[in-house]
């Protein structure tokens, strides 16, 4: 079955014969071309910032495609099952911003921070991972597993795993707690977020507002990018930490050497160093552009 164009312009002339007339668009053409002004405008305004959200996204395709070219089990089967979840909003997350799609970004980013928690969660817990993928209420499971603070007890339980000290695993799960309050607005509507999706905080014109536009370039874009591709960078780097230890959790067991896993072994060391090397300094400038602008909230 296809919907015709020509059907649609039928409907466009009976509507136009009742005297019902309006502008029409090809939101397709629209979103492409909205893309392209903005692809100009990241180049200029938040080059760095976009380009290690982009190797974060590239370093989650090479470890799923890795899980991906190895035998899945029962008890396997969770964890690359839950990196794909990760891969896609990593990849979604990427291209909103790309079209200046904040409040969608800002969903995505709430989303892509649980989603890697559970991850952690999958990869060290046999119970709790064969659980995810069977039990059939997955609304009870989340309740009582995940959601309410839950699941840091597992994250915890990944972060000892891959030598964290109790002051590093506390500092982390603060930081997740903070994050994902500050981000929480853009999935539960708060009336401040709504305001910023129509009369967006300015990234190329600090302290003004993008109004009523199709898509824009909010001044808090590069911040997401950042704290996602940091989030990324420390998780896969302790996925490959957990393939190393005398005795790795099931998901990270029996890697052998092919060619997947030099792929998401380089993707891994690649946005390590960039993050090492740009990471403190990305920080600083979005401080002070953020204070320039007169705002105090990064959400």
């Known amino acids: 079955m296809r919907i015709s164009k020509r059907e649609i312009a039928e409907i466009v002339r009976e509507a136009g014969a009742m005297g019902i007339h309006g502008k029409r668009l090809d939101v397709s053409k629209t979103i492409d071309n909205l893309r392209d002004k903005l692809r100009l405008d990241i180049e200029s305004h ?5 380009v290690l959200l982009t190797e974060a996204v590239q370093s989650l395709i090479h470890l799923e495609q890795h899980l991906f070219s190895r035998p899945l089990n029962q008890d396997s089967s969770p964890f690359a099952l839950q990196i794909s979840r990760v891969r896609s909003e990593a990849v979604a997350l990427q291209q909103v911003i790309a079209i200046g799609q904040e409040a969608a970004a800002g969903v995505l980013g709430r989303s892509l921070f649980e989603a890697i928690e559970v991850a952690m969660a999958v990869s060290i817990d046999d119970d709790f991972s064969r659980r995810f993928l069977c039990d059939e209420d997955q609304d009870k499971f989340w309740k009582s597993h995940i959601g309410y603070g839950h699941i840091y007890k597992k994250v915890s ?23 994902k309050n500050l981000l929480s607005g853009h999935v539960h509507s708060a009336n401040r977020l709504a305001f910023r999706s129509a009369c967006v905080p300015a990234l190329a014109n600090p302290g003004n507002f993008t109004i009523g536009q199709l898509g824009a370039l909010s001044i808090h874009a590069p911040h997401l990018c950042l704290i996602v591709a940091e989030e990324i960078s420390l998780f896969t780097r302790k996925c490959l930490v957990l393939t190393i230890i005398p ?8 890697n052998k050497p092919r060619r997947s896993f030099d792929a998401f072994l380089i993707s891994v060391y690649v946005l390590q160093s960039l993050m090492t090397k740009y990471g403190p300094e990305l920080h600083e400038r979005y401080i002070k ?3 320039s602008a ?5 959400d």
């Not at 938040?46 to 976009?50: S, T, V």
């Not at 795993?161 to 109790?166: E, L, M, N």
């Not at 002051?167 to 997740?176: K, S």
């Open 46 to 50: 938040m080059q760095p910032y976009m």
């Open 157 to 179: 339980a990944f972060l000892v795993a891959t030598g964290d000290s109790p002051e590093e695993v506390t500092a982390y799960i603060d930081f997740h707690k903070q994050i």
């Open 247 to 254: 005795e790795p959790p099931v998901p990270f067991a029996h």
């Open 289 to 291: 552009l953020i204070e």
């Open 294 to 298: 007169g705002f105090y909230s990064a």
